[in-house]
């Protein structure tokens, strides 16, 4: 029996055995039910791991049965993975150790039931999300029996989360799948549909959501076979080969530090002990899992990788009404404007399940935007990453139109069209005139204020920004502004469709540039500055890549657009005044008509557009910065002194930094939380890091004011415009304040 004490229990944790309902349907076959009474899901918990040895006890003296199923306590749950907030709240690696070791034991002795000498079968009966620790209690069985339906989802997500699958899974799952399969599904964190599962052998059956137990138990007691799938005599020669699976191990190596540069330590470990296990015991593989997890669990990217989790967790919360009900999502949408915004909306919103209506004067617009959609359906189709049915159903979704009189049965109307104040004013009178009174008024404007945009429609009430970014199907969060006026039932609904749409919400304040954008303003300035200063480009963005951001900034800029951007810096100099001044380096590039990769030329040569995807595909070009670039360089500019990598990142971190911390005194947004989590899903500030704000924790208020203030006094700095400079880096109230007192943002 595990010995449990001392370990950190949740609160309301039952005191005897409840969280396993043990039932007997027929003789020789026992079911465990995961059905803790202080859980609306099944975590793998302390108590739920003690309840679940103690049943075991019974299990093994039990010499007449012959057949174990555990399964949720209904046909669309099993449980949730390992206790995130425990784990979260573990800082000695002794006490993590002891909690893996728990785990491994109860797993073990599952496993171990079919190797006692007697005939004996377990079967893991899976219906709903099964992640992580509930994937590997899955594995520990002989038998996976998932449910067909959608909301089955299964798979191992923990190096997402800074950790790595140490309740056997990552020894477990190669030896099921074969090294190559079970790395990817590792380091990918992806969670498997039913059907994918199947297909690559994680799950061994499927079974209709109403039939899953029946099934199960069928197996469990050897009246139905459950044949293993067969990977073929060349894969099965490929895991026995050490030195095959140390070059799969070797090239995966290769792609993880390409993508994340060392930064992220767990997806290292992971397919270290993946690769090895075709060649080492269980026993020594647990041990190996035991120890890295004992040393990542306690250590600060696991600790901000839990915490951006739980803020995307929360996030879900800004769906609940003042009543704490969920509001409706909001399932016929009209967009206006077919533009690349507004067909990727309206593309989106097809994909999942909502009646969508695109209106545009333009027909060359609307067929281009139902080709595309099309086309990206059919491709997801074909790769088999959206179910045949699903695929026709979401071309089914959109609709086009030349004509607003067809949005009367509108929920939601998004208008997603020219940045001009007047033209949206325009638009949301025209929509006003022909939808209810209570349907909602969205607009996807990124620089205009919602509150002078509500001021003429009937019932402002209704008329809320929700602020898609570009690539709308890539990028993972949406800013939802509240003006004044907008209703709380009207955010709700809205956050219910982001959510819907497989986004990430946050509410924020009509104020200009929102906050994404206002704290992007100084980032992408600052790097301007320090480019018109003398930085060598190629040093700006290995600085910012070195800091884990995802691309350099003049790489975005060129993504963006210098057109869009320099819209985009003339806002926030209007809203903000001196220290939003922005730098003219970018207006050589504006008279040349150079503006980034809508044209192909910008900091960076792009490869041709014009090409075919097969071809860009094959000939692998990349974006290269540009050999004429010393030719944009303004001989006024003051010039930057010399700097390190560290401290070039450290201008342009700080920066945003100190807009951040003026954004939260105004109230932008909630609090730090949420701002963390914008600049992380919004912006891609380093997810190791924590976000902005828990960042600026690790330096303390002290030291971002002694640097801030450092910065403020340098000669490029002083010399620039109207005092631009020393305004932008002065450290702002809020710093001085929490600085004098020691205060901290979370």
Request: with cysteine; proline share 6%; charged share 25%.
């Amino acid at each position: 029996m595990i010995d449990t004490s001392g370990l950190p229990m949740p609160i309301n944790a039952p005191a005897v055995r409840a969280c396993i309902r043990v039932e007997r349907p027929e003789p020789g076959l026992v079911v465990l039910v995961l059905d803790p009474p202080h859980r609306s899901l099944a975590v793998l918990d302390l108590p739920l791991l003690r309840d679940l040895d103690l049943a075991l006890d019974e299990i093994e003296r039990d010499g007449e049965l012959r057949g174990l199923v555990i399964t949720g306590r209904n046909t669309t749950s099993f449980a949730a993975g390992a206790d995130l907030d425990a784990l979260a709240s573990l800082t000695d690696p002794a006490l993590v150790g002891r909690v893996v070791g728990v785990g491994q034991q109860v797993f073990d002795r599952i496993a171990s039931l079919s190797k006692r000498g007697r005939t004996f079968t377990t079967v893991a009966a899976i219906g709903g999300a099964a992640p992580g620790g509930a994937c590997e209690l899955g594995l520990a069985c002989d038998c996976i029996v998932a449910s067909s339906a959608r909301e089955t989802k299964i798979g191992l997500p923990e190096t997402q989360l800074g950790i790595l699958p140490a309740w056997g899974g990552t020894n477990r799952l190669p030896r099921k799948i074969g090294v190559p399969a079970a790395i990817e599904a590792i380091l990918s964190g992806r969670l498997y549909s039913a059907r994918d599962a199947f297909k690559i052998g994680l799950v061994d059956r499927l079974a209709f959501p109403q039939d899953l137990v029946r099934i199960a138990s069928a197996i469990a007691l050897g009246r139905t076979r459950c044949p293993k799938k067969k990977r073929g005599v060349a894969r099965i020669l490929i895991d026995k080969d050490p030195l095959a699976t140390r070059f799969i191990a070797k090239m995966a190596r290769k792609q993880v530090m390409s993508r994340t540069r060392g930064k992220y330590p767990a997806p290292l470990l992971a397919l270290q002990i993946a690769a090895r296990a075709p060649h080492t015991s269980l026993a020594k593989g647990l041990q190996d899992e035991a120890r890295a997890v004992e040393h990542l669990a306690i250590g600060p990217v696991c600790k901000n990788l839990i915490a951006i989790f739980r803020l995307s967790e929360d996030a879900k919360k800004l769906k609940l009404l003042p009543d704490g009900s969920s509001a409706h999502a909001p399932t016929r949408a009209g967009v206006l404007g077919a533009g690349v915004m507004g067909r990727g909306i309206a593309s989106l919103c097809a994909e999942r399940g909502v009646w969508t209506r695109l209106f545009d004067i333009v027909p060359a617009a609307l067929d281009v935007a139902l080709t595309e959609h099309r086309g990206g359906v059919l491709d997801k189709k074909r790769k088999r990453r959206l179910d045949p049915a699903l695929a026709d159903e979401a071309i089914d979704h959109l609709d086009v139109t030349r004509d607003l009189s067809g949005f009367a049965r509108t929920e939601i109307v998004i208008e997603a069209v020219a940045e001009k104040l007047e033209v949206k004013r325009q638009v949301f009178a025209e929509l006003a005139a022909q939808v209810s009174k209570d349907a909602i008024l969205a607009t996807n404007t990124s620089s205009l204020s919602v509150d002078r945009i509500a001021e003429t429609v009937p019932h402002p009430e209704r008329v809320v920004g929700l602020h898609f970014f570009n690539p709308v199907k890539k990028m993972p969060l949406v800013e939802i502004i509240r003006g004044q006026h907008t209703s709380p039932r009207v955010v709700a609904e809205c956050a219910a469709l982001v959510l819907a749409l497989g986004k990430t919400p946050v509410v924020v304040k009509d104020v200009a540039g929102f906050l994404v954008n206002r704290l992007l303003g100084p980032y992408l300035d600052e790097a301007l500055r320090l480019f018109a200063g003398g930085v060598e480009p190629a040093r700006l963005e290995r600085a910012a890549l070195d800091f884990g951001m995802p691309m350099g900034p003049l790489a975005l800029l060129d993504e963006v657009g210098f057109d869009i951007a320099s819209h985009a810096a003339q806002s926030l100099f209007a809203g903000y005044g001196p220290r939003m001044s922005p730098c003219d380096v970018i207006d050589g590039f504006l008279k040349e008509k150079r503006l980034g990769k809508k044209t192909g030329q910008g900091f960076y040569t792009h490869p041709s557009e014009a090409k075919s995807a097969s071809k860009r595909k094959s000939s692998k070009q990349k974006p290269a910065l540009a050999p004429d670039l010393a030719h944009f360089l303004p001989p006024s500019a003051p010039r930057v002194g010399a700097l390190t990598d560290d401290e070039i990142a450290e201008r342009m971190m700080l920066a945003m930094l100190n807009e951040a911390a003026r954004a939260l005194d105004e109230a932008v947004v909630a609090s730090a939380r949420e701002l963390d989590l914008a600049t992380v899903f919004g912006m891609g500030f380093p997810p190791f890091h924590g976000g902005l704000m828990r960042w600026a924790d690790t330096l303390g208020a002290q030291e971002v004011t002694a640097r801030l203030e450092r910065i403020a006094k340098a000669p490029d700095v002083v010399a620039r415009p109207n005092g631009s400079g020393v305004a932008r880096f002065e450290p702002c109230e809020r710093l001085v304040r929490m600085a004098r007192t020691r205060e901290s943002f979370h």
